[in-house]
């Protein structure tokens, strides 16, 4: 069987046209068989009719010799003994010769020599040449009176040679009819040789084809309709190694990546945008338009509008939180405020360290002032002060835009923690601004990159840390003036007293 699945199909076509052939040869080699046969029918029943006219010229002869008056008895045989000796004379011939003749009337006949009869064919032969010239002066004997001698010498010897002629034909028709029957048994012998092989090579080839061909293709035709009915995962059972195995192998393929593909989407569906493909990771890497690979973009395409989703409720709740966190913050003072802001973009954000800077103006000069810096949930306070573009810090406060950097310099400080420190990965310096005036710079440094959406957090909600920042600074200053007013009051009552 290993063989048979190893056989392509271009050798099982080869194969059932060496059959065709044989058929056809077996077909052609009939028709031959019983054109040979025909030959031998009318060779042994040319020899049998020789025969028979041999014996009916020696019943004559021995008639003519046996009867005082046999002219009286023979007077009218004399036409009948001329075609008996003319026809066996020809038969004679034909035997001895072979092939094709016309016999008689446009009687077409073909015979066949045979060896086993050659011999005593040359012995009869040589007889009739010797008794023929008996025969014809017997027929002129029979037609008119000849020499009353001459017919007394003739009685004798013809009557002896007639009978040993006629003996000699008889065995000559029994070297013909053994012949033909050997002949005969050959030919069936053949035949049913010929029949045997043909109907056991059929029976070969009918398995081989059925193994081959009609089993698989049976499969094939049963999985294709349950695809088509929608049924997945089925597969052809039964297949080989050749052209026929190579489209069952394909088509279990195909079943197998509907199938994973089914319970890939199903997944999807189901609102697992983290699942993968089970199947074949292959299919993933052939063209862009292929099932899977429409499958996997829609996945990737749902887990981004997922992830935005998530980010954008992420960025709500983070709007929401600080404005319930600074609620009533712009009381108080500036570096608690700046503090309360520092710390909660820090955790909220899920950074490692962050600084805060207010812009002081002053009648000489500006300048951004560190009130407030977080790192690892304690206080740091690092006296810092920067003049507008001076520094990172600087530069965000003069082109009034977010900077973000993924190499940080190592001017940086490091983030501190138990452990030790170790040098930010990322820094985002942003101003809060309200209404194109810069209020506040925030510094923030992660070990990690920060992502996108929390960049864009930080733009959303700058908004409303400067407008509190903005409303803490007036308050602090509507407290200093009035402390200065309550001291000058009170310099006043003083004087007064």
């Not at 040449?129 to 001698?149: F, H, M």
């Amino acid at each position: 069987m290993k063989l048979l699945n190893n056989l392509p199909l271009r050798l099982i076509a080869v194969v059932v046209a060496a059959f065709s052939m044989l058929l056809l040869f077996a077909y052609f080699a009939t028709i031959y068989y019983q054109g040979i046969k025909t030959k031998h029918v009318n060779t042994v029943a040319m020899a049998v009719e020789a025969g028979r006219l041999a014996d009916e010229i020696a019943e004559m002869v021995e008639l003519w010799a046996t009867t005082s008056d046999s002219s009286v008895v023979l007077s009218n045989s004399a036409d009948k003994l001329e075609q008996l000796r003319a026809r066996y004379a020809t038969y004679l011939e034909v035997l001895q010769s072979g092939g094709k003749r016309t016999i008689g009337k446009r009687q077409k006949v073909e015979i066949v020599r045979v060896k086993e009869a050659e011999g005593l064919l040359r012995e009869l032969q040589k007889d009739w040449k010797e008794l023929s010239p008996s025969i014809e002066w017997l027929v002129r004997y029979l037609s008119g009176i000849p020499d009353a001698t001459q017919a007394s010498y003739d009685k004798a010897w013809v009557s002896i040679q007639s009978s040993e002629f006629a003996r000699k034909n008889d065995k000559l028709r029994d070297v013909y009819l053994d012949w033909a029957q050997k002949q005969e048994y050959t030919q069936y012998l053949w035949f049913y040789t010929l029949l045997t092989l043909t109907i056991l090579l059929f029976f070969v080839l009918f398995v081989v084809v059925r193994y081959l061909l009609f089993q698989p293709i049976r499969q094939i035709a049963r999985v294709t309709a349950q695809l088509a009915n929608g049924e997945l995962g089925v597969k052809v059972t039964h297949y080989n190694n050749n052209e026929i195995g190579a489209v069952a192998r394909n088509l279990n393929r195909i079943s197998e990546t509907l199938f994973y593909a089914s319970e890939f989407a199903k997944e999807i569906g189901q609102g697992n945008l983290d699942a993968k493909y089970k199947g074949n990771q292959e299919v993933l890497n052939n063209t862009e338009n292929n099932l899977i690979a429409i499958l996997e973009q829609m996945r990737q395409q749902l887990k981004e509008v997922a992830r935005r989703d998530q980010e954008e409720r992420w960025i709500e709740a983070g709007v929401a939180h600080f404005a319930s966190v600074l609620r009533g913050a712009s009381n108080l003072p500036l570096d608690e405020l700046a503090y309360l802001i520092i710390s909660n973009l820090v955790q909220y954000m899920e950074l490692q360290q962050g600084a805060i800077y207010f812009v002081q103006e002053q009648i000489a000069k500006t300048s951004l002032k560190l009130l407030a810096a977080y790192a690892l949930n304690k206080r740091r306070y690092i006296d810092k002060e920067f003049l507008p573009g001076e520094g990172l810090v600087g530069q965000v406060y003069r082109d009034k835009s977010t900077a973000y950097l993924e190499d940080v310099p190592p001017t940086f400080d490091k983030i501190s923690s138990a452990l030790g420190a170790a040098k930010p990965r990322s820094a985002l310096v942003a101003p809060l601004k309200l209404n194109e005036n810069v209020y506040a710079v925030v510094e923030l440094m992660s070990l990690h990159p920060i992502p996108k959406y929390k960049r864009d957090f930080l733009e959303r909600v700058s908004e409303n840390l400067a407008s509190v920042i903005l409303t803490a600074k007036n308050n602090e200053r509507l407290r200093k003036i009035q402390q200065e007013a309550e001291e000058v009051e009170k310099r006043i009552k003083r004087r007064g007293i």
